[in-house]
């Protein structure tokens, strides 16, 4: 099939909420066909791998109520505004979730699509370094548990922790020496 893209025939917003917005979609197929798809849209986000001089990177572990247990990740938020660039983001979230400050930004990767099968969040992942004190987080809503840790220490908790997937992908990358510049 050389055209795989559907077209939007009808879009009813099912519901409004602070983070999401739902949709039923009708679409036409390229065959022809119709199909119903339900979807969220979401402004983007971003997630950070803030780096120590030492080769040290932040792992955090938060409950996430979806799966109903403690997730581990990096820092990550969702951006304030689609204008917002993700490097005041980054910024902006590294700071709100664990006092830090990115001090130096060295990548800054695409976007990437996290959730296709039901939503259209993009995240922008950027790598860079990080000083300051912990401290925990400045949203009252959320319990963050943050700290640095070595290569081997990820690998270890790769063996016994669930991660968020990028988490898994960036934390997988960094452990075993794949990350560029680390």
């Known amino acids: 099939m050389d055209n795989l893209t559907e077209t939007k025939l009808t879009s009813e917003k099912i519901y409004s909420g602070c983070i999401l917005d739902f949709y039923r979609d009708t679409v036409r197929l390229p065959n022809g066909g119709t199909a ?6 979401h402004v983007g986000a971003v997630c950070i791998v803030p780096l120590l001089d030492d080769g040290r990177v932040i792992v955090e572990r938060q409950f996430r109520s ?12 969702k951006r ?26 060295t990548h800054v990767l695409p ?5 296709v099968g039901i939503g259209d969040e993009r995240t922008v992942c950027v790598f860079g370094t990080a000083e300051g004190t ?10 963050i548990e943050s700290a640095w840790y070595t290569r081997a220490q990820v ?7 669930l991660f968020g997937s990028w ?8 452990a075993n020496g794949c990350l560029p510049g680390v």
């Open 80 to 105: 304030d505004s689609r204008d917002e660039a993700p490097e005041a983001a980054a910024r902006r979230e590294l700071r709100e979730e664990t006092g830090l400050r990115l001090t130096a930004i």
């Open 155 to 161: 690998r270890a908790l790769h063996e016994t922790d």
């Open 36 to 41: 119903p798809r339900e979807l969220s849209r």
């Open 167 to 174: 988490a898994l992908a960036y934390s997988w990358m960094f």
């Open 134 to 143: 912990f401290r925990p987080s400045a949203d009252p809503m959320e319990e």
């Open 66 to 77: 979806p799966v109903n247990e403690v997730i581990t990740e990096i820092p990550a938020g």
């Open 111 to 115: 976007p990437a699509a996290c959730t």
